[in-house]
């Protein structure tokens, strides 16, 4: 037996987004020419979803509390925002569909608590003052990870700790690090590290052993050493955390 918790990387069935607004795209026979499309869902505080379209290229994004919704409630919101940047009505089954669906018990508490959660750790952008953690990530991400790990949300602490530097929050899928590494005087690296870190955690989630959580294995403290600049860069951290 195989459970999804052992697997390396998180398994997610999520039904494919882009796929859907092609789909109600050719179904409403827009003639505006769209070069390219992409839609993602995207964790807004609450019950949010947006699409714009520049230059042929259309971009949504779909409030991540619709990550498991079916595809007839999808199908049903991307016909709403499609007509809504098309300039078209769109029709009353799929305003319904969508209506019907916003309004299931299960669905508002999650509405609600997305935004409790979210108003509450409301981060600092990825793009600091000195290095950005988008870039960083992504970098890492082709580096040594063949681009397998997915797409996280990213961001600086409000607070520059110093205690805590980096942090993986899986229930959110965030890595969050400290501000007070978003200085000149931290060398690129180093917040490389921390991100690097953060994403094995994603890469190894974390293991049950007996009754005790093991949330760095072995193989993630091995992984953690292919690091190029590993050694230094732990004893630079050892001086910013005394
Ligand atoms: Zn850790």
Request: aromatic letters at 8%; a positive charge.
């Amino acid at each position: 037996m195989i459970q999804a918790e052992q697997l390396a990387l998180p398994l997610r069935l999520e039904t494919d987004l882009p796929e859907v607004f092609r789909r109600v795209l050719s179904r409403l026979r827009i003639r505006t020419p769209v070069a390219s499309l992409s839609a993602q869902f995207h964790p807004f505080a609450g019950l949010r979803s947006t699409i714009a379209l520049r230059n042929d290229v259309l971009k949504a994004q779909v409030s991540d509390v619709l990550a498991e919704a079916s595809p007839l409630v999808l199908e049903a919101l991307a016909e709403i925002l499609l007509c809504k940047i098309f300039h078209r009505r769109p029709s009353r089954e799929a305003r319904e569909c969508y209506l019907a669906f916003t309004f299931r018990p299960e669905i508002r508490r999650r509405i609600d608590e997305a935004r409790r959660e979210r108003s509450r750790k409301r981060l600092l952008p990825p793009r600091g003052r000195h290095h950005d953690l988008e870039e960083i990530f992504h970098g890492l991400n082709q580096r040594f990870f063949h681009g397998q790990i997915p797409t996280s949300r990213l961001g600086w602490s409000r607070h520059k700790s110093r205690r805590i530097l980096g942090h993986y929050d899986s229930g959110h899928g965030t890595i969050i690090v400290s501000r007070k590494l978003d200085s000149p005087e931290v060398p690129r690296y180093l917040v490389e590290y921390i991100v690097y870190h953060e994403m094995l955690h994603i890469r190894f989630p974390v293991e049950r052993s007996g009754h005790r959580r093991v949330v760095h294995s072995r193989e993630f403290r091995e992984a953690e050493k292919k690091f190029p600049e590993y050694e230094s860069a732990c004893r630079k951290l050892k001086h910013l955390g005394g």
